[in-house]
């Protein structure tokens, strides 16, 4: 089928196009380079060079015959996005191209905003683009487990039967978001249950966990097809970070005593669940939400496990919590769709974390130790982009 | 108390200033005068001539000898509206500077794009503002029952006790809004809630049903204080524009069945409520939600209480329902929380559409026949501002 990835260039969005490529998909890519622009405003790169989008292309191309169009642009801008929707005509629009790191969004008010803007107006977009050229057009759109935060009940597949006074309905799972960026997801959420309901739009929202991992089949194929990988302390997930500390020989920083839950997926799990959720296509109207992960570990519990494995010696730090966020909470979440769709999990093993220390080992001396620190403070409103005392790091 | 009100030159923000002023509190208002020009943007008009702010602003001194600043200037404007509550230092916001017509939302991509943008960007800038100038300044947020959608179950005041599987959370009441407008005050909820949680912001977010009637306590001591009164297929809202209807001796228009029910508030309600939630501020970091409303009604009963006690000849017709929207559904509302405060309700009685009668009997050679139909259909999501054909409203 004909698949539009937006965000293509991104570290999930690439090895989605090529997984879906590899499987026989005609797939397009859209970017407009924002996540490389982030890199350069806050003086970090990823740990894994990484070739640009021409390049990578032309890459793939070498590696397996097969082409894949590039549309370079803004979603925020209605005319292009209309334009390369009725122009590809794809079946399916894989929404990545959204800012998606939480303490990016919490650095200020200018931070916050434009993640905000970013992110839901470009879905608004993409769903009249949709709505314009054809309605049965199928939005997969990535958000988070982050949405749900951590209550007290268990966490459903974004609807959950209420029983209230004796009545009963079926609802839109209650959210409590953890930053701006995820009451962004919250907010796309909202507008595309509502194009479902009053379009009759197709919809699968993905509420994804925390992703690891640095290679899938296809990224491994040519070092020009590698994806980026993101360690400091705006962009860099959990345990990618933490393996580049047990490398680098410092401590794993555990923010606050590290009983936060969360779930964890890998690459390799994540393009394959996209890949499944486009060949089952949301019916007309449905909003369908699947919750993408495959384990669910606290942060204290990846730490021990990086610390475990890592051959080398390695102690564990824990730091002030820079979120505010529960710990000690009760987590509980259902995750069985993607699983009933062909999912075959990929848990994190030895293997998968021996394959990391292998890609952080041969970068290491790219590493910008000052880059891990976290920087952002949730309960700071004013700018924290740029701290020239180091006071939060220390705090 | 210093009170500011956002959209204060707005049909609601208007009277609501004149009633704190009144009350004795210390008022300033702040508005950027969009709702004038989308006046000139859809060709319509106030069906009562209202006098600009400054000339507002000299009459309330020469009738009540107190003076309110107005700040003129645009929420989005971060700088701006920094410095304004800078200046200020109200202990209290009350917010009503958001684009609040749904149809107006739902006439293309850049209406629906404008409405969200505005009013989420204005509110976070209002959010920031109060973070960085002092975090106990209470934000009076005016939201809408039309957030709430028509569940089976009975309408909580924003908080709902879940129990699932032998568990049990109170968690923000899941929301299924009828709009990209009505979506935006989700979005807004979404962003205050996360606000109350993580910096211990003060907000009380009120989820108001439809509010008609032209004139308070204050609006009637001089023509120069009169607040607009909007009966057009945009911004009218139905009792209001039903009053025109039977004046003029047209049919009284009801979508589809009419079976739809609201909740209804008087407009010298809606300024009491704002008093009183300002006068018992939420709580350090409570997201407080009262339903703002005093009764309820279907849209049938609405056309039927008009038509039996307009003086002369008055029927109803059905037309097709531009809206996407449940008929024949379940509604019951709790609204205890501001008549716990002391609210004393107006109900729609024969005095006040009386009244309204003679508003509109006075202005009647003001109407603009052809703005009372409806002209924005929400299944259509291409341009619907000028309808050459007229096929919309004959549908």
Sequence with gaps: ????VLGGDGYLGWPTALHLSAAGHDVAVNDNFARRGYDEEMGVDSLVPIATLDERIAAWKDVSGKTINAYVGDLCDPEFTHSMVGDFRPQAIVQYAEQRAAPYSMIDQAHAVYTQTNNVVGTLNVMYAIADTDIDIHLVKLGTMGEYGTPNIDIEEGWIEIEHKGRKDRMIYPKRPGS???CSKVHDSTNIEFGCRTWGMRA??????????????????????ATRFDYDGVFGTVLNRMTIQAVLGHPLTVYGNGSQTRGLINLVDTVECIRLACESPAERGEFR???????????RQIAETVAREYPGDCTIEHVDNPRVEAEDHYYNVTYQALEELGLQPTLLGTTLIEQLFDVVERYKDRVDV??????????????QLHDPSGTLAKA
């Excluded at 089928?1 to 539009?4: A, C, E, G, S």
């Design 180 to 182: 701006f960026y995820h």
């Design 289 to 299: 939400v699947f919750n993408q992960l495959t384990e669910t570990m606290s942060v």
């Design 204 to 225: 699968t929202d993905l509420n994804q966990g925390v992703v690891y991992g640095s290679d899938t089949e296809q990224t491994a194929l040519d070092p020009r097809l």
């Design 1 to 4: 089928m004909q698949i539009l």
């Design 370 to 383: 000052a880059a891990i620190r976290p920087t952002v403070r949730w309960r700071d409103t004013t700018s």
